[in-house]
């Protein structure tokens, strides 16, 4: 049981990470049609100033915030000038964003030197609880109630505020949100750098969850992170989260159980809900 | 227009026999080895090509062909005797893997958007990586291993030749592969795959063959790798020969097939120097950010490449309704 229990939260924390990452490429797929291939450097440099700023102030709190500010700040100068030039064209949108991938990851081993950053827990984090024979590692629980608040957060703009409401609407028609008034170019830009926020929230997240943190991690953590996309449904918000958790879970039981399957696991789901529902589990209509 | 037919295919040979002279007159080892990588990597970067330049995909799996190559040539030369035999054998092995798997995966992703179709191979290209990493008793992981090459090519200009060889192989027969009319259903697949719908193509079949083709040609290329290095390891899998393949076949021009080629040469020098000068500025030892930033600028200012934007200004002037003079599309049709 105990055994059970620990698996459930290992796997619900990795998927609340993959949820954040997630989310920001759904709702930029689900408003842009731009699949953001550099995502997972937002991430990486998210986890490399998380563990900067921690290191320099010495909290937990400041080290999120300077994680997300950077988050912020890459993901205004990535729309101005990666995305923006390639709108409407796919496939140059994907070699584009794939490059800038490139120069975000080399640009971490300029930065903050190319070998890897051990990173602390928070002492408030650090530790677990145990109540009879269940060990439950604080920081995983904490992971998992930022990211079921990020969720509801979220949640709550797209459903109840104005700019939310334009956000679906651009979802489901982007000209139409035009004709009526909007500059959804602005939406756009709103949206890219919410999206890359909560991917640099993610890297902050997982800094401490992993221990170490390298410039690869970005791409290691992206590709789970479109699969996540895939099985969710492109532009869903609440696909990503239940795909993620499904991934999370999958990935846990399966290191423990098979462990040599543990990441085919995951694409045999992919292949499964390709074949079965290619539009994945959620649409973005509604 | 014959005429400049003619004086291109001249050109060409008169190159290639300038390269296949080469290492009789000069002895620099280093320049030796520089060129057979250059050629090694302008038949993965021309195998790229078909994807990218030609059907209009965008691949990030195709390092997973170029590893089958190198993993079936170096497993199989270490198991068995080193010979010219069961190097040719292992090529062949490597090539029908690759073959394989490319149809499979192919016939499963290519039927989705360019997007989805991006982050499968990427995905499952990633999985290959896993798998060798794990399966230590046959690739040792990411240590890797050595192994004895024929003796036939302990000869370093034999091998060089050997490569030179296959690359204008290679590269008769893609040019063949792109002028035949299934290139010419591919190219219009990537014109509009809409309208080549309605004219009654399945244009699932022809991106099928695409992949398939260039899965194969990037074994071969990843076989010739594995014993030029004599050594193996998860390297070959990763993103970054993706990337390289990448970057050679925008630099150098897509769609071109002649641009891939140099591609390779450029970027291959490019990063020989570049590392060099780490000595001088440590930020040359990060000298992908360049290519990263060039390759950026190109996607965006110069998508035609280097080989692309001279023929365009060419072709400008010269003769502007060339690609509408297609040969026509017959036998292939369902």
Known sequence: MELLINLLINGLATGMLIFLLAAGLTLIFGLMDVLNFAHGG????????????????????????????????????????????????HVQQILITLGFMIVLSEMLKVVFGPNQLAAKTPPLLAGSWEIGDVIIIKYRLFII??????????QFILKRTKIGLVVRAGVMNKEMVQALGINIKKVFLYVFMAGAALAALSGVLMAPYSGVIYAEMGMEFAILAFIVVVIGGMGSFPGSLLAAILVGLAGSFMAYYVPALSLAVNMMLMAIVLIFRPQGLFTAKG | MKSAFQVNKILLFIIVAALAVFPFVSDSRTWTILLTQIFIFSILAMSYDILLGYTG?????????????????????????????IFVLSIVVGMCIAGIISFLVGLLTLRLK????????MAVSGLFLVLAEKWRTLTFGNDGFTFRAPDFFKDRMMYYLLVLGCLVLVYLFLRRFVDSPLGRVLIAVRENEQRTKSLGFQTLHYKVI???????????????????????????????????????????????????IIGAGVIELAQHYLSGLAKEHPIFERWIIFFGIVYILAVIFFPRGIVGTVKHLFWKRKNPIKLAIAPKRKGLAK
Do not use: Q
């Open chain 2, 57 to 85: 995909i965008v691949s990030f799996g195709h390092a997973m062909f170029f590893g089958m190559g190198a993993y079936a040539t170096a497993i199989m030369l270490d198991r068995f005797e080193p010979t010219v035999g």
């Open chain 1, 145 to 154: 109630i930022i990211g079921f608040i990020v969720f509801g957060i979220f």
């Open chain 2, 210 to 260: 695409a992949s398939v083709v260039a899965g194969v040609i990037a074994s071969l290329a990843g076989s010739l790798y594995a014993v030029s290095l004599r050594f193996v390891n998860t390297s070959v899998l990763t993103m970054d020969i993706t990337l390289d393949a990448l970057l050679m076949t925008i630099i150098g021009g897509v769609g071109t097939l002649i641009g891939p």
């Open chain 2, 114 to 121: 360019s997007h989805f179709f991006a982050m499968l191979t």
């Open chain 1, 42 to 89: 937002l991430f990486a440099w998210g986890a490399f100033s998380g563990v900067w700023f921690y290191g320099l102030t010495n909290s937990f709190t400041l080290a999120i915030l300077g994680a997300i500010l950077t988050g912020v700040v890459l993901g205004f100068i990535t729309e101005k000038l990666i995305i923006k030039p390639v709108y409407g064209n």
